[in-house]
């Protein structure tokens, strides 16, 4: 009698407790964001009229609005607005965003929430932007490290650093990487009441139950997905499975030994790959003289999932994982994998314990044999996705068996100039050590030098080119010893013949040419100085380009100099320069197309180094730069950017970056980007595939129309 009268009790408060906070929600009004007396931040050209934004970028990059506040959100539940993408071309890529005013941004990131979403050309639809709840257990977010993104993100299908919604004083309304000229329209921002849903329920366990996050597989443990390994027979039930889908798509059936066009005109064959202007178009030959357009894949290795584990500058996550091999097992080779071309990149930021989940998965599918079994059905698969190429950072083991052509890609390893920055810094061309480098390069590439199946090498990658007079502000800030700015000092003398004319034409106040050279503050751009700070700055340009050439004449001659792998930050003088020494122009350009590609009006061949589209509907915590909803939203992404590039006379060939996912606790800097065309476990992404393969198996007819 009791027990009946304590649940209907307990029933009573429940069901008032829920009516009293239907009242709560249903008592408090709607926000109606643009009715708010609150500072619009613009980007692009945008016009308010009543409860509409009209937004066209000006420029290529972002546009849209910060709308600034004091907000209490408590008992709100979403941000909720009809967005319209104006243009019937081009996808409006969303970023929605709430943010504190104490956020911060470095790790751990806390006091921020977005979300990404994906509007196609011409749609019209209503956005729903879902608030979360607290973290009831913030310790387990500040344990993450080295992860661009976190588990939390996938969990939330957002990025979620903890805000707190009563203290908002910002939310953000943009488009990213926008066309020039791009019209799309908010209507109606407003902020809703409701009950907020629940996190899920992995968010709710604390640091005990949480950890260790990441299975014996490299995957993410607190969650299932389509083609997810759960034992090691699963990994050899896929290899059945790939092996229908590899014997269904043979690969395409006009394609020469080298994968060109073999059902179209020959040209003189070299025996190695070459450029041509063709009919208007830009094409590479391959060595027997058929047509050829470079559709490949940027590090083809069984090492793309390796890890940090520890380190000088890293604490331990060792935690993070479920079941690391005991040393003396033969999964435990694998804390000593190395990738020949990132390993510097590790030891740079004293990272020296890690562990190689791809490979060590596919040890366990395919035995001790795996190098020789995963290369051999590299190639197979390559062709069978309709990919031409192995692109640049690949195992040399796998190119060099000439089935597939290949590139590569090496650093100059030299002196640098003091004070530049970026992935590396640029390295004094005019020190000797820039020339024995290349040397030491080439002498160790002699195979591919002499391989017909080499198609070309690229020599560094992203440099930090800044602006017109970058390179040479960092020579007057270099010590008197630096060769580049000796070379300096002695241009200047040159021209100015004495210390005073220069004072004169510089408005500077220097005793002596030594007092010059021995300055390390340097002098502030001006119209007096930008001039000669240019030109010196394109002699600079001029050196490393017409330095590395020669290298190629010398050591290469039949190898096709790539270019640097410009990364959208190389000005026109650079870019300029380096078309008169390179063979081919090289650019990683991550967009959702190349229709508006803009390559300066040079008559030069150009090759796309990287670009991808990843999603977060799978295991990975980060989609990409390029995000998109799904797997079958990438295959068509990928269809689209290649049929764009297909149609750019100049562009010979796009390298989708990269072969198999990274890992899902990130690499050297926390990359763990979901952008591979096979999973961690060496799983094919089928839908993907598909979509690559509809674009692709069309490549030469698409090329060829007119």
């Not at 260790?212 to 290899?239: E, S, T």
């Not at 500077?508 to 340097?522: I, P």
Request: contains cysteine; glycine residues 6%; hydrophobic residues 35%.
């Amino acid at each position: 009698m009791d027990c009946c009268f304590m649940r209907i009790k307990v029933g009573f408060f429940f069901v008032a407790s829920i009516f009293a906070s239907c009242i709560l929600f249903a008592q408090r009004p709607a926000v109606k964001l643009l009715k708010q007396n609150n500072q619009i931040r613009r980007a692009g050209r945008v016009v308010i009229k009543g409860d509409v934004i009209d937004v066209m970028s000006v420029s290529n990059g972002t546009s849209g609005v910060r709308i600034m506040g004091d907000y209490d959100f408590e008992g709100y539940n979403r941000l909720q607005f009809v967005v319209e993408n104006q243009d019937t071309r081009y996808p409006l890529y969303l970023t929605v965003e709430l943010m504190n005013r104490d956020t911060v941004f470095r790790e751990p990131v806390k006091g921020l929430h977005n979300r990404k979403y994906t509007i196609c050309p011409g749609e019209k639809r209503e956005v729903v932007f879902d608030f979360l709840p607290r973290l009831p257990h913030p310790e387990v977010a500040t344990a993450f490290r080295l992860m661009r993104n976190t588990p939390y993100s996938r969990l939330t299908q957002s990025y979620c650093y903890d805000i707190d919604l009563s203290r908002v004083v910002a939310v953000k309304i943009i488009g990213n990487k926008m066309q020039k000229g791009q019209r799309w329209q908010i209507i109606n921002p407003q902020v809703l009441p409701g009950e907020l849903k629940p996190l899920h329920e992995a968010m709710n366990l604390g640091k005990e139950g949480f950890f260790p996050f990441i299975d014996q597989y490299g995957q993410f443990k607190h969650l299932d997905w389509p083609n997810k390994v759960y034992k090691d027979a699963d990994l050899r039930k896929a290899i059945k499975e790939e092996d229908k889908d590899l014997s269904a798509h043979p690969g395409p059936d006009d394609w020469s030994a080298y994968g060109g066009y073999k059902k179209g005109p020959r040209y003189d064959a070299t025996g190695h790959f070459r450029v041509q202007k063709i009919d208007g178009k830009w094409w590479m030959i391959d060595p027997e003289g058929y047509l050829f357009w470079s559709n490949g894949v940027v590090r083809v290795t069984s090492s793309t999932a390796i890890t940090p584990l520890q380190g000088e500058t890293l604490e331990n996550r060792c935690f993070y994982y479920e079941s690391l091999p005991e040393e003396g097992t033969p999964l435990a080779q694998f804390y000593r994998t190395h990738d020949r071309l990132l390993e510097p990149y590790y030891a740079v930021r004293g990272i020296d314990s890690t562990y190689d989940f791809s490979s060590a998965n596919c040890y366990r599918k395919y035995g001790a044999d795996y190098k020789r079994i995963f290369a051999e059905r590299a190639h197979k698969r390559l062709r069978s996705w309709g990919l031409n190429t192995i692109a640049n950072s690949s195992d040399r083991e796998i190119c060099l068996m000439d089935k597939t052509p290949y590139t590569d890609r090496f650093e100059v390893v030299s002196k640098p100039l003091e004070g530049t920055t970026g992935w590396w810094p640029f390295m004094d061309p005019y020190d000797e050590s820039f020339s024995e480098s290349l040397k030491r390069q080439f002498e160790s590439r002699q195979k591919e030098i002499e391989d017909p199946w080499c198609l070309g090498l690229f020599v560094d990658n992203e440099i930090k080119w800044n602006g017109v007079t970058y390179l040479a502000e960092k020579t007057l800030k270099a010590p008197s010893e630096q060769p580049c700015k000796k070379v300096m000092v002695d241009w200047l003398k040159e021209k100015y013949s004495t210390i005073e004319r220069l004072n004169a034409a510089w408005m500077t106040s220097y005793n002596s040419w030594g007092e010059l050279a021995y300055d390390r503050v340097g002098v502030k751009v001006n119209r007096m100085n930008s001039q000669d700070l240019i030109l010196f700055n394109q002699q600079i340009v001029r050196k490393y380009f017409s330095t590395i050439k020669e290298a190629f004449e010398q050591y290469a001659p039949h190898v096709l100099y790539m270019g640097c792998r410009f990364a959208g930050n190389a000005n026109a003088d650079v870019v300029n320069i380096a078309s008169e020494y390179c063979d081919v122009i090289s650019y990683n350009s991550y967009q959702y197309d190349l229709s508006r590609f803009h390559n300066n009006d040079m008559d030069k061949p150009i090759m796309i180094g990287e670009y991808h589209f990843g999603a977060m509907d799978r295991g990975m915590f980060h989609g990409s730069l390029m995000d998109v909803e799904n797997q079958k939203e990438r295959g068509k992404a990928m269809a689209y950017y290649i049929k764009s590039a297909l149609e750019n006379p100049n562009i010979v060939g796009v390298h989708w970056h990269q072969f198999s996912d990274q890992a899902t606790t990130g690499r050297f800097d926390g990359e763990n980007f979901q952008v591979g065309l096979t999973d961690c476990c060496d799983t094919p992404y089928y839908e993907t595939i598909e979509g690559l393969r509809r674009i692709s198996y069309k490549t030469y007819l698409l090329r060829c129309s007119k």
